[in-house]
């Protein structure tokens, strides 16, 4: 049930199914009360779709203001081509059943078929250290040549050096972005994200009409959700530094949960102004000395 947007003598072609699908999912988020987390619970239960919901809780009435979201949503693939996928999908990732709250539907652009590879998440601090730069680089130099694919957050710092290490060797990234698929966070990073688009993988589970219209302090929460999928899609996180309060823990946390390998470069531990990389190593983490431990843990699975 994937839907794109094809253009036709300047107007949008959509395959009506999961047209009507996009509708009822933004709709469903756009209701007061309303969280990524909810929704999966709805949607899980006996595995309906959005537009059954709707029908469930509507019956032959139209959902109140839905006609606004649907214009919306005409404007949006008129003005870029993007794709979606529906959890009932055969495209779906089933990396992402694994997740606490699986999303029932994520925006896309570029090669889909980079979820089936293998991936690995390098994250970590927005304002890296300059020992955290090299550490990054040769990082994602080193797993790139080994035929990972590299998924990152597109944020400043560690997200942005090991994508942009990746993409310089000639290797595949998946950026999976916090902010719906149109739009760049930061801003600095509009050509980085651009080109991962086009000859890579970027994702978002962020919907379009709900994010235009809640306030800017509510939209911090997309941010675990997204560390939540990136640990998700990936056989393997490693974190490269990070403070007591980074949102790179929320990832840790989540590969903690989904049953996914959880890296921390020996640096964090020789760090004494942070504890939690030992709290995580009591819960399964492994501490990485060199590359090979890295490698040599991920061909055991």
Request: proline share 5%; net charge positive; with cysteine.
């Amino acid at each position: 049930m994937s839907l794109t947007a094809n253009f036709l003598g300047g107007k949008a072609v959509l395959p009506p199914s999961p047209y009507k699908e996009l509708i009822a999912y933004e709709y469903l988020c756009s209701r007061d009360g309303s969280t990524l987390k909810r929704l999966a619970e709805k949607l899980s239960y006996k595995g309906r779709l959005p537009s059954e919901v709707l029908r469930d809780e509507y019956g032959l009435f139209e959902p109140p203001n839905i006609k606004e979201i649907e214009t919306y949503l005409q404007e949006k693939v008129k003005t870029g081509k993007f794709s979606v996928i529906l959890k009932e999908d055969a495209q779906y990732p089933k990396r992402l059943l694994d997740a606490k709250y699986p999303i029932d539907l994520f925006y896309y652009r570029g090669d889909l078929g980079l979820l089936e590879l293998p991936l690995i998440s390098i994250v970590g601090n927005r304002n890296v250290s300059g020992e955290g730069r090299k550490r990054t680089k040769r990082l994602a130099s080193l797993l790139c040549q080994n035929d990972y694919v590299i998924v990152s957050g597109l944020a400043r710092g560690v997200d942005t050096i090991a994508l942009k290490t990746t993409i310089d060797e000639g290797k595949k990234v998946i950026g999976v972005i916090g902010t719906p698929i149109d739009e760049v966070y930061p801003r600095e990073n509009s050509f980085l994200q651009n080109k991962i688009a086009h000859e890579h993988l970027l994702i978002s589970q962020v919907p379009f009409f709900k994010y235009k219209h809640q306030s800017f302090s509510s939209k911090k929460f997309y941010f675990p959700a997204r560390n939540a999928t990136m640990s998700a899609i990936s056989q393997a996180t490693v974190i490269v530094e990070a403070s007591e309060t980074s949102g790179t823990l929320s990832q840790a946390r989540a590969c903690i949960y989904q049953g996914r390998k959880l890296f921390i470069l020996n640096s964090c531990f020789e760090n004494p102004n942070i504890t939690w990389p030992e709290r995580f190593q009591r819960q399964g983490a492994i501490r990485v000395y060199e590359i090979e431990d890295i490698l040599g843990e991920l061909k055991k699975t």
